[in-house]
């Protein structure tokens, strides 16, 4: 049914096609590390080439309990259930930063376990709700 | 079936289902605003920015879809060469365009009130740039260049690799730490938005959808008649 024209470019299409995806492929793989937004803290940790003191963004969850706020400065940790960091930051955050909630920091690293941040984002999960259906899970969970 | 695709068959038609539009349109706008606006509650985090969403979404999806048409039709069209599909990619890149545009703008104005920030440079919000570029790459190939034939292959070519961004835009959030969060909507799984936010989201997704069938089948009647036009000059 089909002609010989159209079967050559079926399959000049699927072949170019694949040649696309693969070098397509490879350069994501390379550019894997500067596509990250931010590192986790685990990452962070492991990094080896990871200057102190150069501009980077660590991201996770904050802590429950661990934010402490005076006139000068506010600190918490930033977790991602398997290693910590601890933060500084002095200036405003956003609304949506809260405990348990999305974080990401930028700023510099002092060492491994400290961290002092210029800007605070918070980041947001893919839930949406009414406030009372938040009142009712966490009365179910309890 | 290429039959009943011939230009001349469809024209007559186009003129019936763009009036159909015309007469619901805005009665199903005024429905979706009063739910998105007004009788949708408030999110239990984020308060009334939540309504934003009702706009950026489902502007990220047609403008998505539209890249995937053409993508689609530039490779029916490259493979059975029928003219009537690059006929339908110039009518649809516009409308993609501009929903791709809204769900960045949308996306920025939701961002300050959220994240704290207009923009970031992550991998979602990059790759939905670069699928702005693709849009304009790909119109500007038709506009500037006037052999048709020529136009055809590159605006082919632009949109089979631009594919290939919509793959990384859909899959930027699983693959790489972003500031984005992930998709609410998965197939095959429970949603995490709750129904009373799920309505309203649908109901816009039909206004824009609409906006956009009408906008397209006006384009594409258009450029039948451009092509008409132009065929009786040549005789």
């Not at chain 1, 800007?119 to 179910?140: Q, S, V």
């Not at chain 2, 632009?158 to 961004?165: C, E, K, Q, R, T």
Request: glycine content about 6%; aromatic content about 12%.
């Amino acid at each position: 049914m089909l002609t010989k024209k159209v079967k050559s470019r079926i399959s000049f299409l699927v072949i170019s096609i694949v040649l696309l995806i693969t070098s397509v492929f490879f350069i994501l793989n390379s550019l894997k590390e500067n596509v990250l937004y931010f590192l986790t803290p685990t990452e962070a940790k492991f990094k080896e080439d990871l200057e102190i003191g150069k501009n980077i963004r660590i991201g996770g969850m904050v802590k429950k309990g661990s934010i402490y706020a005076d006139s000068k400065e506010i600190k918490f940790t930033i977790t991602d259930f398997k290693n910590e960091i601890l933060v500084s930051f002095s200036g405003t955050v956003p609304n949506l930063f809260a405990e348990e909630k999305g974080v990401v920091a930028e700023g510099k690293l002092k060492d491994k376990n400290f961290f002092v941040a210029d800007r605070i984002l918070a980041k947001h999960d893919e839930n949406y709700m009414p406030p009372g259906e938040k009142n009712f899970l966490d009365n179910n969970a309890k | 079936m290429i039959k009943f695709l011939l230009p001349s068959n469809i024209y007559f038609f186009l003129g019936k289902i763009i009036k159909f539009i015309n007469s619901i349109f805005f009665l199903i706008l005024i429905i979706g605003l009063a739910f998105a606006l007004v009788l949708s509650p408030p999110d239990y985090i984020q308060g009334d920015s939540v309504r934003i969403m009702y706009v950026h979404v489902p502007s990220a999806w047609i403008g998505l879809a539209s890249f995937s048409l053409i993508s689609l039709f530039s490779i029916l069209n490259f493979v059975f060469k029928t003219k009537n599909l690059y006929l339908i990619n110039k009518s649809i890149a516009p409308i993609g365009l501009l929903f791709t545009s809204l769900a960045v703008v949308t996306g920025s104005l939701w961002g300050q009130p959220t994240w704290g920030t207009w923009w970031a440079w992550d991998a979602r919000l990059t790759s939905m740039i670069i699928l702005i570029f693709f849009y304009v790459l790909f119109i500007l190939s038709y506009k500037l260049i006037k052999k048709e034939d020529l136009a055809v292959k590159v605006s082919s070519f632009l949109a089979i690799i631009g594919s290939i961004n919509l793959i990384i835009i859909k899959y930027s959030v699983e693959w790489w730490s972003t500031l984005h969060q992930p998709a609410s909507l998965k197939l095959g799984n429970s949603s995490s938005i709750h129904s009373s936010m799920m309505l309203p989201l649908m109901i816009m997704l039909l206004v824009l959808l609409l906006y956009g069938a009408l906008i397209f089948l006006m384009k594409y009647k258009t450029e039948i008649i451009k092509m008409k036009k132009k065929n009786v000059k040549r005789l």
